[in-house]
């Protein structure tokens, strides 16, 4: 005796040729109207996202009389703006971002994937208040921060060396971030622990099973915490503030607060320090997008 399955089929309502239903539960018609409807739905949606980016990018080029006025469409091309923010000492805030953001980062990486794999790997007593120290960290404004940040970097613990006034006080602080732990060890907690098991036998050790075994397959996830890590560190703004102690310390943030009180400079300098400050960004989601997008991807299938 046979047993036949039958599959249910998507019932369609009386009268409703030509209907489909989408992914929210709503009806979309396929006609004339609903096409124009849709074209005019996402050129607003880009004209609300992309406007104000295409602003920077054609006020940055071009020479704007007028402060209150911006235009997306360019005129009177010129690159006077760039050389007016270099004359500004914009290129040596950049110079101090790159740092901060390079071993700022490489920091925040390093610390984030040895500690997701203690926590993801390792049983221990009070690992359950170390996750909960961890999450209750990102919790708690820079606001609240500052004031206990900049005591203890004057004077730091242990070594009771001084950080104000370095470059080391902008990157300290953030080579470790709660949310890059978090992430990570919820990676590697995905990682069959077969793997590691047939490593030992292969008489691999701790930090050969880490290097070869684990660390390899948590690439996306390293891409992921790399985009936000890196975003995170460009756009400090409060702590740079607390440590740089003379203007040659700032970095790009800084640097565009000031040029903003400047009223010699224009808004055209204004818009190409901007760009500069938007660039980076941009270039590092552009470097690491195959990488974040299948750490996206694997969170959401493992999830």
């Known amino acids: 005796m046979t047993t036949r399955l039958t599959i249910p089929q998507r019932r369609r309502r009386p009268g409703a040729s030509g209907v489909t239903d989408t992914a929210l539960g709503l009806s979309g018609r396929r006609g004339p109207v609903s096409v124009v409807l849709r074209v005019v ?4 949606i880009a004209f609300v996202f992309a406007g104000p980016l295409l602003a920077v990018l ?8 007028d402060p209150a006025e911006l235009s997306l469409i360019p005129d009177s091309f010129t690159l006077n703006n760039f050389a007016v923010a270099a004359d500004r000492g914009v290129l040596g805030y950049l ?22 794999y ?11 208040a170390v996750l909960l120290l961890i999450l209750a960290t990102m919790m708690l404004p820079e606001e609240i921060l500052a004031i206990p940040l900049s005591v203890v970097l004057s004077d730091l613990p242990v070594f009771g060396t001084n950080l104000i006034g370095s470059l080391a ?37 701790e930090l050969r099973i ?5 660390l390899p397959l948590c690439r996306p996830a390293v891409g992921v915490i790399g985009v936000f890590g890196f975003t995170m560190v460009w756009d ?35 818009l190409a320090s ?17 990488q974040f997008m299948r750490g996206l991807t694997a969170g959401a299938v493992k999830g």
């Open 274 to 290: 901007a760009l500069l400050a938007l660039l980076p960004s941009v270039i590092a989601f552009l470097a690491m997008q195959r």
């Open 210 to 214: 880490f290097w070869s075994v684990v």
């Open 169 to 205: 006080g902008m990157i300290l602080p953030v080579g470790a971030w709660g949310f890059s732990i978090l992430v990570m060890t919820e990676f590697m907690r995905e990682v069959p622990i077969e793997l590691e098991e047939a490593a030992r036998i292969d008489g691999a050790g």
């Open 58 to 65: 054609v006020g940055a080029f071009s020479e704007l009389s």
């Open 236 to 270: 400090q703004y409060l702590l740079p503030l607390i440590v740089a102690t003379e203007p040659g310390q700032y970095t790009l943030p800084i640097a565009l607060r000031i040029l903003r009180s400047d009223e010699q400079v224009g808004s055209g300098v204004l």
């Open 41 to 44: 739905l996402y050129v607003a």
């Open 118 to 128: 203690a926590l993801a790997r390792k049983k221990f007593r009070g690992m359950t």
């Open 95 to 116: 110079l101090n971002s790159f740092l901060v953001v390079g071993f700022g980062l490489l920091l925040q990486i390093s610390v984030s994937v040895l500690a997701a």
